[in-house]
């Protein structure tokens, strides 16, 4: 028999499976950086667990939908705006300066590699938060109410790396951690509704998956090779 559909008791589960491999992360440093990897797929077991097991809804309406061609060069195109369009800002006023020169024969290869490892994980995070939570919101919420939710449910989930984040940014945790909190917040929850925006558009879990894979390969390449400045990496916990 059905039940229903619990914020608190699926955000619980979603914890319970995904925050040791980013808890693990903050005690293990930088170096352990794939172990967040397993966070992302935790997302997909978990909330397969709740659509199966706990709350028994099915994943009927995730999205399975392969989407057209136009869809996919317009989520590579938005990711792509997204990432360098403040990097080439930042030059042109002088915030910024690149590490080093854009490679195309170094950057090509290390952006396809990741794209290929980061499909599954990538997967997995929009299968937890489009494909299954975010049709059971909607259902539940007026439109704007549910979008807001629903991203707010990501910052939740990226808590522990956001902490992170906070003490590397500065000597003092109790001044960086409450500023990194609050800088975080809005611009994670306005990328969920973004994502939100590409699956409801498309509706595909396959178009929101390559862009969330776009999104996050342009940004870790760039990083990795011409250094990223200022407003890009505030992006960090865009995932």
Not at 102 to 124: C, D, K, R
Not at 184 to 202: K, Q
């Amino acid at each position: 028999m059905e039940r229903p559909f619990s914020l608190k008791l699926f955000l619980f589960i979603i914890i319970i499976f995904s925050w040791p491999f980013q808890i693990a992360y903050f005690f293990l440093g930088k170096d352990y950086r794939p172990i967040l990897l397993g966070s992302m797929v935790m997302v997909a077991v978990a909330s397969y667990i709740c659509g199966r097991f706990v709350f028994k809804d099915g994943f009927k309406n995730a999205g399975w939908h392969w989407g057209r061609l136009k869809h996919y060069l317009w989520a590579l195109g938005l990711a792509l705006f997204l990432l360098l369009f403040p990097s080439a800002l930042e030059q042109l006023v002088g915030w910024y300066s690149p590490a080093s020169k854009a490679n195309l024969g170094t950057m090509l290869p290390t952006f396809s590699i990741s794209f290929l490892i980061a499909i599954v994980p990538a997967f997995s995070e929009e299968f937890g938060w489009r494909g299954y939570l975010l049709p059971r919101l909607l259902n539940r919420y007026k439109y704007r109410k549910a979008l807001l939710l629903h991203g707010l449910v990501t910052w939740i989930w990226l808590l522990p790396f956001i902490l992170v984040m906070a003490f590397d940014a500065g000597e003092n945790p109790w001044v960086s951690v409450p500023i990194v909190l609050a800088v975080s917040l809005i611009p994670t929850i306005l990328h969920a509704i973004v994502f939100a925006y590409i699956w409801s558009r498309t509706p595909s879990l396959a178009v929101s998956t390559f862009y969330h894979v776009s999104f996050d390969e342009v940004r870790d390449t760039l990083e990795g090779t011409i250094g990223l400045g200022f407003l890009v990496k505030t992006r960090r916990c865009w995932c």
